[in-house]
C-alpha cells in the first residue's frame, strides 16, 4: 500500500476493516467481496497516477461510486485479490450553465445535489430514480441508467455529452467538450458509456440539462389491461404531442402491496382496476392550454373511447407527489410480499402488453405456487418482471436452487420477444453467465476484443459484464 499512500496521503487509503466492510457487500445483500484498502483519490490526476501504478503492478482495481448496483457490479470478488477505487471525493461540480444548457459534474457527484444545483439555475437534469439521494453521476453514467424520464428524454447515453476518464494504462481521455458534430473516429464517449468500469474509469461528465419545468399536470387512470395502456399512450401522444414525460404501469396486486407498506396512502381513483397507470405531462413554457387542461382532454376523450375507465389529475403539487410516492415505493412493497426473483428486463414497446400477461401466465403454470407481477416503464419498453416464491417457502434456498431454472426460462421467451435481458441495471456479475448464454457469437466476440484492447492486463473490474469463456 506504500505506494498508493504517497500518491493519495493517509486520507486517500483506507485499510480498516470496520471502514471498508459496508462497500464490499452490494445494497440487496446478495454479492459479498473482500478488499485490503479502498483507494479515495480527490483528483483526476490522483485516478490516473493510481490506475497507472496498479496497472504496473497487476492490482485489479474496482470503481466505485454510491454502491447502488442492482447486478453486483461495484462488489469486489470474494477472494480479495482486488482494491476498490471509490469516487466519492470527486465530488465537485466543475461547472452548470443555463446559457450552454450543460453541467460538468465529476464522477462521485450525487444525483439529487446535481438536481439541486440545476434547479438554481432554473434548469434541470431530466433523470431521476429512487436511489437519487446515493447514486453518483459516475456510476450512471458507466451503467448507461435509466429512471422514469427515459420515454421523452432517454437514458444517460442521449444526455451525457462529453466524459473525461482514466483508461487502463493510466491515460486520461479529455472529453468533456460537448460538440455537436465530432467525426474523429470511434466514440470514446459512447464505448465508456454502459461499459460498467471494464474498460475505464468516469471521472467526469458533461451532461445535458433542459428548462425547469413550467406546468405540469400528474395523472392516475384506471385501464383493463396493459393492451389498454399502451393505448392510452399513443392516444395521449396524438392529443396533446411530445410532452407525455412519464408513463408508468402497475397491476392491481403491487398498488395493494404499496397501500399496505405507506401509511396513510390510498388509491387515487375512487374505484379499482385490474391494471394502473401513472402519467405525467410537463411543458416547458406556459402558453395555450395548461398541462391539467391538455391532460384532462386526453383522459375524457380516452374515456369516451373505451381505454380507460376511471381517471384523476392532481389537484395541486402535493397530491400530484402522493402518486408518484406509491410509484417510488414499488420496490420495496414487492420486497415486503417476500423473497422473489426481480428482471429487469425490455423488449419492443408493441410487444410489452402482451408479454406481461403470456410470461406471467407461463411463469405461474411452469412453476406451480408462485405468483408473478410486473411494473414500471410501458412508454419504453422496460418493466421490473417478478417472480415470487410459493408461500412458506425459504428464501435463500429457493433462490439459490429454483433461481437458475427461473431466470433462464424468462430471459429465454424474453430473448424470443426480441428483448434485452437487462434494460437499465446492467449485467455486472448478476447476468454475466445468462449474457454469454443468450447473446450472439458476434456481440461476445465484440465485447472480448474491446476489453481486451483496452485492458490487456485485465485490472479493470474483473468479473462483471464481459462471459468468461466457459459462459459463452
Partial sequence: MNGFRTILGERGVIEDADDIDPWVHDWRGRYHGASRAILSPATTHEVAVVVMLANEMGVPLVPQGGNTSMVGGATPPPDGSALILSLRRMNSIRSISA????????????????????????RRFPLSLGAKGSATIGGLISTNAGGTQVLR??????????????????SIHHGLDALKKDNRGYDIKQLLIGAEGTIGIVT??????????????????????????LALLRHAERTIGNVVE????????????????LPGARCPTQTRAAWYVLVEVD???????????????????????????????AANEAQAEQ??????????????????????????VASMPAFMIDAAQAAEQQFPGTTTSSFGHLGDGNVHFHVRAPAGTDGPSWIAQTGPIISA????????????????????????????????????????????????????????LIPLASEA
Avoid at 440539462?209 to 392516475?220: M, T
Fill in 204 to 229: 467526469a461528465g458533461s451532461l445535458r440539462l433542459v428548462p425547469s419545468i413550467a406546468d405540469r399536470a400528474v395523472g392516475w387512470a384506471c385501464v383493463a389491461s396493459p393492451q389498454d395502456a
Fill in 99 to 122: 446559457q450552454d444548457n450543460l453541467a460538468v459534474c465529476e464522477a462521485g457527484v450525487i444525483l439529487s445535489n446535481l438536481h439541486d444545483a440545476a434547479q438554481a439555475i432554473d
Fill in 323 to 348: 402518486f408518484w410516492r406509491i410509484r417510488e415505493s414499488l420496490s420495496a412493497a414487492e420486497r415486503s410480499l417476500g423473497p422473489a426473483l426481480q428482471f429487469d428486463i425490455s423488449v419492443p
Fill in 246 to 261: 412519464g408513463f408508468e404501469i402497475l397491476g392491481d396486486d403491487t398498488l395493494a402491496a404499496a397501500l399496505n407498506l
Fill in 153 to 170: 428524454h432517454g437514458t444517460m447515453r442521449a444526455l451525457v455529452e462529453g466524459i473525461e476518464a482514466v483508461l487502463p494504462d493510466g
Fill in 283 to 313: 411543458l416547458d413554457a406556459v402558453g395555450g392550454p395548461s398541462a391539467y387542461e391538455r391532460l384532462e382532454s386526453a383522459l375524457a376523450t380516452a374515456f369516451e373511447k373505451g381505454i380507460v375507465t376511471d381517471a384523476v389529475i
Fill in 409 to 464: 426460462y424468462v430471459h429465454d421467451r424474453v430473448v424470443a420477444a426480441g428483448g434485452s435481458i437487462s434494460a437499465e441495471h446492467g449485467i455486472g456479475q448478476m447476468k454475466r453467465a445468462e449474457l454469454g448464454r443468450l447473446a450472439s457469437p458476434a456481440q461476445i466476440h465484440a465485447l472480448r476484443a474491446i476489453k481486451a484492447a483496452f485492458d490487456p492486463g485485465g485490472i479493470m473490474n474483473p468479473g462483471k
